[in-house]
Nanobody, 123 residues
Framework: VQLQASGGGLVQTGGSLRLSCVAS????????MGWFRQAPGKEREFVAA????????SYADSVKGRFTISRDRTRNILYLQMNSLKPEDTAVYYC?????????????????WGQGTQVTVSS
């Protein structure tokens, strides 16, 4: 499974971005998927996760109410809609896929990772 993330960029505080992650290769629409991020000098942290059918989602407290994770199973695309962005959201964002229906916030449960896309929020 290959994951290609895109959609990052530079945005002002309060702005919006939508990240996309296209899955290719031996993909399965039954994979749980998620978004993680890593800021310079910090550890990777969980952002959001979604189950194989989109029926379950979870979010980090820091992004609840501002970010929305979704997926298009027919096209094998994962999305992260980010609204009301803050400077502390600045990071490289990674998409990930698991060999299970839902993996939540545990990054060790994800088997495949994309290359990351940079999000920078200016104050």
């Amino acid at each position: 499974v290959q994951l290609q993330a895109s959609g990052g960029g530079l945005v002002q505080t309060g702005g919006s971005l939508r990240l996309s992650c296209v899955a290719s290769g031996r993909t399965s629409s039954n994979n749980g998927m998620g978004w993680f991020r890593q800021a310079p000098g910090k550890e990777r942290e969980f952002v959001a996760a979604i189950s194989w059918n989109g029926g379950s989602t979870s979010y980090a407290d820091s992004v609840k109410g501002r970010f929305t994770i979704s997926r298009d199973r027919t096209r094998n695309i994962l999305y992260l809609q980010m609204n009301s962005l803050k400077p502390e959201d600045t990071a490289v964002y990674y998409c990930a896929a698991a060999m299970r229906a839902y993996s939540g916030s545990d990054y060790t449960q994800y088997n495949y990772w994309g290359q990351g896309t940079q999000v920078t929020v200016s104050s």
